[in-house]
């Protein structure tokens, strides 16, 4: 009796060193323009081609301009960035969707929308939510630079084979409860470290109601709670999702494919190392009140007191962190004025994201005050937000819709938030000067980004419904 993740793994273990790591195939390589250089010029220094360049594929995600993209890009560093990925590419033979093209756009979620990934598959990529792909039930894991360039020169990496954990959601969401919400209380229960060592297997009702979209949104903050990745077995709903896309497979092929991919789930009786129960019950719509993901509340309730704090370690860290954030242990944030809110990233930025914000902010306006950025996360996702309208609607209630890219999910392009200022940020990460240096992020879902937005303050979008 196997779990989802043994049977992917078993599978794809070329070889195991003696007391010592195993030698793992990769199936698909997903690089940008970030973290692929350095390895590619360790292949040059070493006369080494790039061994299957066929199952690598290119994009540029974090450092573009999310504005004018047809212009040469202004900045310096990106631009050398962005060109050094072109030559590479173009001297290696492997596949680049960049600028310009129709299937550019953030590197987790073109992989998806394009039939790129696949149930059964392993997937690396040189950025850390590369968890995202595991939604699909495959296992998906970021990698370093020397990893990478591991990857070029063989197809394989080795790696010392984790844990197994269960996460079992069952039950029904309430009304205004996203699946964003779902991962952020997940972290906020079992911490920003509780996954460490494992790979998790997300599974139980709550789960399996679950779109595709809203799938990749809990496995992309998998790796936030210090997990390696995760993954969650993939059914119909992955199926209809996968089938007609541009390079999934098609007609007997896919046929064969899917009878394959049903037997990927976890066998029953299958043993995990560690499991974890929740009742989908008693999730609300979250919050992040300081520096790290794991540090969550339920929007209607309240920052912690130092006094429920057990350890003298994380006392430290939570005092600093409320002190970055200007906050005040006991506080509720409910009505604290924000000014920024990005709705983006690789955690937020498809279609179905776009369409939950246009539906809610229709013939609405947002508050003088906030500057509202929606960032697609692909052409795909913007051409098809244009062809439904979305741009119309979220426009007239002042929101800002730009060019596809990481954005201000990290402080890395033009999309900053200014030193001091508050940013409801519905991507993954709210470290310190995450967004900008200085800058002070609340992540939450896409609706509370929005009805905050409207509102001009943290906001429970629950006083929107009825």
């Known amino acids: 009796m196997k779990t989802l993740f043994e049977k992917i793994w ?7 060193v003696k007391d010592g790591p195993e030698v793992v195939y990769i199936d698909k390589h997903l690089i940008h323009e970030v973290t692929s250089p350095q390895a590619f010029s360790g292949l040059e220094k070493k006369g080494i081609p790039v ?4 199952n690598t594929l290119a994009t540029a995600d974090h450092n573009v301009p999310t504005l004018n993209q047809h212009l040469p890009i202004k900045d310096p560093l990106s631009k050398f960035q962005v060109d050094t990925l072109t030559e590479n590419c173009t001297k290696y033979g492997i596949k680049l969707f960049g600028l310009g093209h129709p299937f550019q756009g953030i590197v987790h979620v073109i992989g998806p929308e394009l039939g790129v990934t696949l149930p059964g598959m392993t997937i690396v990529c040189g950025d850390s939510h590369t968890s995202t792909h595991g939604a699909f039930g495959a296992i998906a894991f970021g990698i370093g630079t020397s990893e990478v ?10 790696q010392n084979k984790p844990k ?3 996460i079992e959601i069952n039950g029904k ?3 205004g409860v996203l699946s964003k919400d779902i991962i952020l209380y997940i ?3 079992i911490s920003s470290s509780g996954g460490s060592g494992y790979f998790v297997e997300f599974t139980g009702s709550a789960i399996r109601n679950l779109s595709m979209e809203a799938r990749m949104t809990i496995c992309n903050m998998s790796i936030e709670m210090g997990a390696r990745g995760g993954l969650i077995a993939p059914d119909e709903t992955t199926f209809n999702y996968i089938q007609g896309r541009e390079f999934a497979p098609k007609d007997e092929q896919f046929v064969r494919a899917v009878n394959y991919w049903k037997s990927l789930g976890s066998d029953p009786g299958a043993k995990f190392d560690k499991t974890h129960i929740f009742d989908a019950g008693d999730i609300e719509p979250m919050i992040t009140y300081g520096t790290n993901p794991g540090m969550g509340i339920k929007i209607s309730g309240n920052i912690p007191t130092e006094a429920l704090i057990e350890d003298p370690s994380e006392k430290i860290s939570f005092t600093k962190s409320i002190t970055y954030m200007g906050l005040q242990a006991g506080e509720c944030l409910l009505g604290k004025k924000v000014n920024y809110i990005f709705i983006g990233s690789c955690t937020n930025s498809r279609i179905e994201d ?3 914000v ?4 229709k013939g609405k306006k947002k508050a003088s005050h906030i500057k509202a950025l929606i960032v697609p996360g692909s052409k795909q996702v913007q051409k098809q937000a244009i062809a439904e309208g979305l741009d119309k609607i979220l426009s007239e209630a002042g929101f800002e819709l730009r060019q596809p890219g990481c954005s201000a999910c990290l402080g890395m392009n033009e999309d900053k938030v200014p030193a001091g200022e508050y940013c409801i940020s519905t991507s993954n990460r709210n470290f310190e000067g995450r967004q900008g240096p200085g800058a002070r992020t609340f992540l939450a879902s896409p609706l509370t980004a929005a009805a905050s937005a409207i509102t001009g303050y943290i906001t429970d979008i629950r006083t929107f419904t009825d």
């Open 187 to 189: 972290i906020s229960r």
């Open 164 to 166: 197994t954990m269960k």
């Open 149 to 158: 360039e591991q990857v070029f020169a063989t197809q394989c990496i080795l």
């Open 10 to 16: 078993d599978a794809h273990v070329v070889t195991k």
């Open 51 to 54: 061994f299957r360049p066929q």
């Open 358 to 361: 246009a539906q809610f902010v």
């Open 173 to 175: 969401l309430a009304k």
């Open 354 to 356: 776009l369409r939950l």
